[in-house]
C-alpha cells in the first residue's frame, strides 16, 4: 500500500517543467532523410513564401488603441503611452512594422513570439523589445509559479543585461503563444510538419542534382574486358559528359564499351506533381490559398477574390485575435482594461472593388447608418465641413412604418355625400355670391 501511495503521489505531485516548453525533440531527421529545422526549412520557397505573406500581412495593418467613451461608442486613445509604441516604434531601434514582422516569423516557425517590457516607475509601458524563441525556456518554481529563463547573447538587446541566463517574471514578457497542448505554450508548424517540409526539400535537392549531372540520372559503363583503371574511365567520362553544362553532347565510345542508363525518368518518378503537391500541402500547413503562392492552376477571375476574403476571415483574423487578446493581457493595466483595448483594423483587406464599395456606401448612405464624412473617411479623404451637411445622416423618404402604410390614402379619401339641407343652403350661399359679383 505504502508503494502504491508512493506511485499516486509521485504521479500527482506538480512539476516544474512545461512539457511544452520543450517541442525541439520534434525537429531532426525526416522520413525523407532530410534533416528539417526553421532555418532549413526557410531555404524552401514554399514556406518562406508563407512566412513572408503572413508577417508582412499583419505588420501591415493599422492598430490602434482605443477606449470606450460615455456615449457608448469606440473612440482613438491618442494619449496613451501604449498608442506611440505599438503604432509608430515599440523601441528606439526598429518600427512598428519591423517589430510586428519579426514577432510573426516566429510565431509561424517556433510556434511562440516573445518579447521584453520594459516599464517606468508607474508601471507603463515605455518599450517594447522582441526576444528570440529558441533561447526563451517556460518553466514553473517549486510554487508553481510561470517564469521565463533567456539565454543571453552578444546580440540580444542591452536592456537584459550582461549576466547569460536572464529570469523574467510574466509581467516583463509579451508572449504571444500559437496552437499547443497545454494553452500556455505554442508547438512549431514546422516542427509538426517535419516530413512534409522534408520531402519537399529532398524534391528539389533530387532536381538539383538531376541538372548536374548534365539531366540523365546515371549509369552504367559496359567493357567487353577487363579496364586496368575503371576511377580513370569514370572520371574521364563525367569530366567530359556529367553537368547541365554537358547535356546533350555526343557521346564516343571505345574498345567495344555500351552505356547502360539505370536510373527512372523524372517522367516515371512523377518528379514535377511531386514539386506542385508539396507546395500545396506546405500552404495547408499555414492556411495560406495557393493563388498567393503563384499556384493559378485552380484560381480565375470569378473566384480568386473570394479566396482572398476567405485568406482574411480564416487565416488571419485567428492570429489577429492571438496578437489583441496578448497584447492586452500583458500591456494594459488592471485598472484600464475594462475600458482600453487594442485592435487591428482589417477592413482595408475586406474591402472589394471601386464599384463594390460605391454600391455598399450609396446604401449606408440612403438608409441613414453612414453620413458622407464617414465615408470619405473611409477612402481617406477630406471631410466636408459640418455647415454644408457632411455630418448628416439622411434617410429615404419614401419608407414608413408598417402600421402608417395606409395614413395617406385615408387622407385622400373623397367627403362623405351631403344631404338635401346642406346642398339647400349651399345653393343659397352660392347664388348670394353671384348676386354680390353682379352688384359689383
Known amino acids: 500500500m505504502g508503494i502504491l501511495q508512493g506511485i499516486f503521489k509521485a504521479r500527482d505531485k506538480p512539476k516544474n517543467a512545461l512539457v511544452g516548453s520543450r517541442y525541439s525533440f520534434f525537429f531532426g531527421n525526416t522520413s525523407a532523410g532530410k534533416p528539417v529545422n526553421e532555418h532549413t526549412a526557410m531555404q524552401m520557397t514554399a514556406v518562406y513564401s508563407c512566412v513572408r505573406i503572413l508577417s508582412e500581412t499583419l505588420a501591415g495593418l493599422p492598430l490602434h488603441v482605443y477606449r470606450y467613451n460615455d456615449s457608448g461608442g469606440k473612440e482613438k486613445y491618442l494619449k496613451h503611452p501604449l498608442y506611440k509604441l505599438?503604432?509608430?516604434?515599440?523601441?528606439?531601434?526598429?518600427?512598428?512594422?519591423?517589430?510586428?514582422?519579426?514577432?510573426?516569423?516566429?510565431?509561424?516557425?517556433?510556434?511562440?513570439?516573445?518579447?521584453?517590457?520594459?516599464?517606468?516607475?508607474?508601471?507603463?509601458?515605455?518599450?517594447?523589445?522582441?526576444?528570440?524563441?529558441?533561447?526563451?525556456?517556460?518553466?514553473?518554481?517549486?510554487?508553481?509559479?510561470?517564469?521565463?529563463?533567456?539565454?543571453?547573447?552578444s546580440d540580444d538587446a542591452p536592456t537584459l543585461g550582461d549576466d547569460s541566463q536572464v529570469y523574467l517574471s510574466p509581467s516583463e514578457v509579451l508572449h504571444i503563444p500559437g496552437l499547443g497542448f497545454d494553452g500556455l505554450i505554442g508547438y512549431s508548424p514546422i516542427a509538426m510538419a517535419k516530413n512534409a517540409v522534408g520531402l519537399a526539400?529532398?524534391?528539389?535537392?533530387?532536381?538539383?542534382?538531376?541538372?548536374?549531372?548534365?539531366?540523365?540520372?546515371?549509369?552504367?559503363?559496359?567493357?567487353?574486358?577487363?579496364?586496368?583503371?575503371?576511377?580513370?574511365?569514370?572520371?574521364?567520362?563525367?569530366?567530359?559528359?556529367?553537368?547541365?553544362?554537358?547535356?546533350?553532347?555526343?557521346?564516343?565510345?571505345?574498345?567495344?564499351?555500351k552505356y547502360q542508363p539505370i536510373g527512372i525518368s523524372p517522367e516515371q518518378a512523377q518528379f514535377l506533381e511531386t514539386r506542385k503537391f508539396q507546395i500545396n500541402e506546405i500552404a495547408r500547413i499555414?492556411?495560406?490559398?495557393?493563388?498567393?503562392?503563384?499556384?493559378?492552376?485552380?484560381?480565375?477571375?470569378?473566384?480568386?477574390?473570394?479566396?482572398?476574403?476567405?485568406?482574411?476571415?480564416?487565416?488571419?483574423?485567428?492570429w489577429v485575435v492571438r496578437w489583441e487578446q496578448s497584447m492586452c493581457r500583458a500591456l494594459l493595466m488592471e485598472s484600464e482594461k475594462p475600458i482600453v483595448f487594442i485592435k487591428f483594423n482589417v477592413?482595408?483587406?475586406?474591402?472589394?472593388?471601386?464599384?463594390?464599395?460605391?454600391?455598399?456606401?450609396?446604401?449606408?448612405?440612403?438608409?441613414?447608418?453612414?453620413?458622407?464624412?464617414?465615408?470619405?473617411?473611409?477612402?481617406?479623404?477630406?471631410?466636408?465641413?459640418?455647415?454644408?451637411?457632411?455630418?448628416?445622416?439622411?434617410?429615404?423618404?419614401?419608407?414608413?412604418?408598417?402600421?402608417?402604410?395606409?395614413?395617406?390614402?385615408?387622407?385622400?379619401?373623397?367627403?362623405?355625400?351631403?344631404?338635401?339641407?346642406?346642398?339647400?343652403?349651399?345653393e343659397t350661399n352660392n347664388a348670394g355670391r353671384n348676386a354680390s359679383i353682379r352688384t359689383k
Open 201 to 257: 526539400i529532398a524534391t528539389e535537392e533530387y532536381g538539383a542534382k538531376f541538372f548536374a549531372n548534365g539531366a540523365a540520372p546515371g549509369g552504367v559503363l559496359e567493357h567487353p574486358g577487363t579496364i586496368k583503371d575503371p576511377q580513370k574511365v569514370k572520371e574521364s567520362w563525367n569530366a567530359a559528359y556529367q553537368g547541365s553544362q554537358n547535356a546533350h553532347r555526343v557521346a564516343v565510345l571505345e574498345e567495344g564499351m
Open 86 to 153: 505599438l503604432h509608430d516604434e515599440p523601441n528606439p531601434e526598429m518600427t512598428s512594422f519591423a517589430f510586428r514582422e519579426t514577432l510573426m516569423s516566429h510565431l509561424l516557425l517556433w510556434g511562440n513570439a516573445y518579447a521584453q517590457i520594459i516599464r517606468n516607475a508607474r508601471g507603463e509601458v515605455i518599450a517594447l523589445y522582441p526576444l528570440m524563441p529558441n533561447k526563451m525556456t517556460v518553466d514553473r518554481d517549486s510554487k508553481g509559479r510561470l517564469f521565463y529563463l533567456y539565454s543571453r547573447t
Open 286 to 318: 499555414f492556411r495560406v490559398p495557393p493563388h498567393m503562392l503563384a499556384d493559378l492552376e485552380k484560381s480565375s477571375f470569378s473566384n480568386i477574390e473570394q479566396q482572398s476574403l476567405e485568406f482574411v476571415k480564416y487565416t488571419l483574423d485567428p
Open 347 to 426: 477592413d482595408g483587406l475586406l474591402r472589394g472593388d471601386y464599384v463594390s464599395r460605391m454600391s455598399g456606401y450609396a446604401t449606408a448612405r440612403q438608409n441613414g447608418w453612414m453620413s458622407a464624412n464617414d465615408i470619405r473617411e473611409l477612402e481617406n479623404l477630406d471631410r466636408i465641413p459640418a455647415e454644408f451637411g457632411g455630418d448628416l445622416y439622411l434617410i429615404n423618404g419614401a419608407m414608413t412604418k408598417l402600421q402608417d402604410a395606409g395614413a395617406f390614402a385615408k387622407q385622400a379619401e373623397p367627403a362623405p355625400n351631403k344631404t338635401e339641407t346642406e346642398e339647400g343652403s349651399d
